[in-house]
């Protein structure tokens, strides 16, 4: 197993490793609770049951699709990298695909398992390794640094350290409640340990956040271990039936599903970039593996919309989990086995609250901007287009919108400063789609 992952090699050991996917899987583990809940429409009362999914079903789904993508990354891609089923894609086959425009909740799946085999088939003929590989390197910093701005400001907001102001859109929160003052809590006992250069300070800032949380009833102690595994029952094989409805094969439809490439390919190959760099793992602006580490998304996603569930994709929470020391896959097989673990004990989910998980966030975040230093920023050709995608992520709160008013920017810097030979070809492609993405689509 050592020599299969290269432990000596990458300077990781067992130990390391298990903290680090374990760290991932806290960092991560509110999927869990989130998605069934986002599915569902539980939050949105007087609907018909025929357009809600099952909470238990979707429950299972996001576990087991979540364990097959990580198993799929780990042991293939041998990359400290998780998936699961993501947040915003979820809101969009929720919310957008099927309340705001009356589409059947089996057509969606429908739609995200046609994408799947688009993905699958597009990682097959080395495509999508060849687009990560064609991204500049000054770009793939920007993305970085944006990954790492936006999981922090989503740390924040989990946090309610920054709310929603209808004047300035944001504004900072009140800082006396007891959230708020447990995850600066944990923001300060991470921070004390990071910089004492304790190995797994995330993962340990965690556990004592959760204690202390639990001392002064700000976290509730769980008071069942062990529940029954729920049916997928509801929604397993669902997806198949929309196929032979005359009405699935509409024009709408193409909308949707291409909807759900673009975002899921530019969300998972950002942020695979981004810890790919973070753990130190890019050689020569280049990912190793790249092809087998995006075939797990693709695979992850079919089975997933098999199960019941929207788009499996790479998760940035992982970068909580490289902080912790993880360097190679095995930390996704851990992550793995503790997705597998949750089925049977999803009580024990209730004590990953927000206030937990927001410190590592933030901490990560302080880490990712560090690739700001790689980027030629005297050089405005350069500047513009990396400042653009970094700033647009949090702000639009879309990793793949970044990407795309990056791509629109670079050759047209790049062409104005007479840099066209810098140019690979398919940045001008990118230039095109993402100009009729804006048109279109948004």
Do not use: C
Request: glycine share 10%.
């Amino acid at each position: 197993m050592k020599n299969y992952f290269q432990f000596e090699k990458l300077g990781t050991s067992y130990r390391q490793e298990f903290l680090g996917g374990l760290t991932t899987f806290l960092a991560m583990a509110y999927i869990l609770v989130v998605n069934p809940l986002t599915l569902s429409l539980a939050s949105i009362k007087g609907l018909p049951d025929a357009m809600r999914m099952d909470y238990g079903s979707v429950f299972v789904a996001t576990a087991i699709a979540s364990a097959i993508g990580s198993i799929v990354m780990g042991l293939l891609g041998k990359y400290p990298l998780a998936l699961a089923p993501g947040m915003g894609l979820n809101a969009f086959f929720a919310y957008t695909v099927v309340l705001g425009s009356k589409i059947p909740w089996q057509h969606a799946l429908g739609a995200v398992l046609i994408s799947g085999v688009f993905f699958f088939l597009l990682t097959l003929t080395g495509l999508r390794e060849k687009i990560i590989n064609a991204i500049p390197v000054q770009l793939k910093h920007a993305v970085g640094a944006g990954i790492g701005l936006f999981i922090t400001f989503i740390g924040f907001q989990d946090a309610g350290i920054i709310v929603k102001n209808d004047a300035t859109l944001v504004a900072l929160g009140d800082l006396s409640k007891g959230p708020a003052l447990l995850a600066i809590f944990g923001i300060i006992i991470t921070v004390i340990m990071m910089t004492r250069g304790i190995k797994g300070s995330v993962f340990y800032g965690m556990i004592v956040t959760t204690i202390v949380g639990m001392i002064f009833h700000l976290i509730a102690v769980p008071h069942q271990v062990v529940s029954a595994v729920p049916s997928v029952k509801p929604t397993f094989g669902a997806v198949f039936s929309s196929f032979g409805d005359s009405s699935f094969w509409s024009t709408g439809m193409i909308g949707i599903i291409l909807t759900f490439l673009f975002v899921d390919f530019f969300d998972n190959a950002g942020t695979l970039v981004a810890v790919a760099n973070q753990a130190g793992l890019m050689k020569d602006n280049k990912l190793p593996n790249a092809g087998r580490a995006l075939l797990s998304d693709s695979i992850a996603t079919i089975v997933g919309a098999v199960l019941g569930t929207s788009t499996t994709t790479s998760y940035i929470e992982s970068s909580a989990g490289v902080a912790s020391g993880a360097r190679t896959g095995f930390a996704s097989l851990v992550t793995a086995g503790f997705f597998i673990l949750a089925l049977f004990f999803f009580p024990l989910l209730s004590v990953i609250t927000a206030p937990v998980t927001a410190p590592a966030l933030i901490i990560v975040g302080v880490l990712m901007v560090s690739s700001l230093r790689h980027i030629e920023w005297d050089k405005f050709e350069i500047a513009v287009p990396a400042f653009l995608t970094m700033i647009a992520m949090p702000l639009s709160y879309s990793i793949a919108t970044g990407i795309a008013i990056g791509f629109i920017f670079y050759p047209i810097t790049m062409i104005v400063k007479g840099r066209t030979k810098e140019i690979n070809p398919i940045m001008y492609f990118f230039f095109v789609i993402f100009l009729l993405y804006f048109i279109f689509l948004k």
